[in-house]
């Protein structure tokens, strides 16, 4: 047996926090209370009752039964004669007499520390998928950045990323990341469309990344949409000034949640139903593993036929029509619930045929 039984992920670790958290009320309770709520907090349907629930019947059933066993062991060598049972096994229940209402809270403790201890570890390996120069701001002197620059010289780091995070401003992050947590207005020059210079005063709510790039969105009347406006990083010029004397913006309440859950890509604009084929197993696996926006399967994947239909709600922008572009021609918008998706679509299609001779 582990030395602390509440340690880790194991079932039987989970059964006995939550057999403990009935052991501290010093009532009589029984093993279907405690399945029942395993089963909550793993998110599982709760099982009908109505059929006659028998926690003997649940694939978890003999986890608990060493956790009972555990935990009554371990309450015993502290306190004799505490730990009460009564009833046959079908209906048997349990009950802690003891007068020290924590009586094994040394070992909760324990079990907390060590889930600190694997988060930090955790901390530390994700050092590869964070930018450089992010880790260097908030970890500048520390320990943890001396731990993490080790493992990487010595190759032990253990996530990577595939993109490169060595992109233009990104020493810019942790300063933007402190402005939206401290609610303050700044100014900076922007470059639009790679065009024109333009000043802009921004008002920043939120960072989001995208492919390996980083965005700010936020409010400002120098740019487009003055609510919920899209800041690329590597298009800011100069330097961050902050704005004491500007009263900072709020974005309304659930703003961005709404626009995020449509969105594919970084631009914002209406979102629209879209209904999708994909033909061959490999791109309806790719896109049921890795959906779109708001997935719904219409029809599923048939061998026979060699396609499925499923439909988005989704974010009409330029990455959308990119990402259609990339998998063509395994992948076939059929439908939309407005027409001026196809057509657009059809243009670009056109468009590049032209470029490259093709008629």
Known sequence: MNNNLFEGKS????????????????????LTAVMEEYIA???????NRRGGFSVTNNDKYGELKKAVMYLGQALEERYPGCWEKRGNNRTKEYRYNGEDQDPLKDMMTASVITDLKTYWEFCQDSAGFFPASWLNYFFEGSQDLLKIKTARSKGQQLIYSSVDRELTNIELLPRLYEYVKEKKVIRFNYRQGYKEVVPVVFHPHVIREYNGRWHIYGNSKDLEGCVGCSVALDRIEGGLVELDDVEYEECPKGFYEDKFKYLVGSTFAEHKKIVFRAYGEYMWGLFKSKPMPNYRIVNDYDKERGYGDFEVDVTVNKEMFGRVLQFSPDLQILSAEDDSVLDKLKER???????YGIT
């Open 11 to 30: 079932s039987k670790a989970k059964f006995a926090r939550i057999l403990y958290s009935f052991v501290k009320k010093g009532k009589w309770f029984s």
């Open 41 to 47: 907090k793993e998110n599982k349907t709760k099982e």
């Open 349 to 355: 299609i056109r468009k590049t045929a032209e470029m």
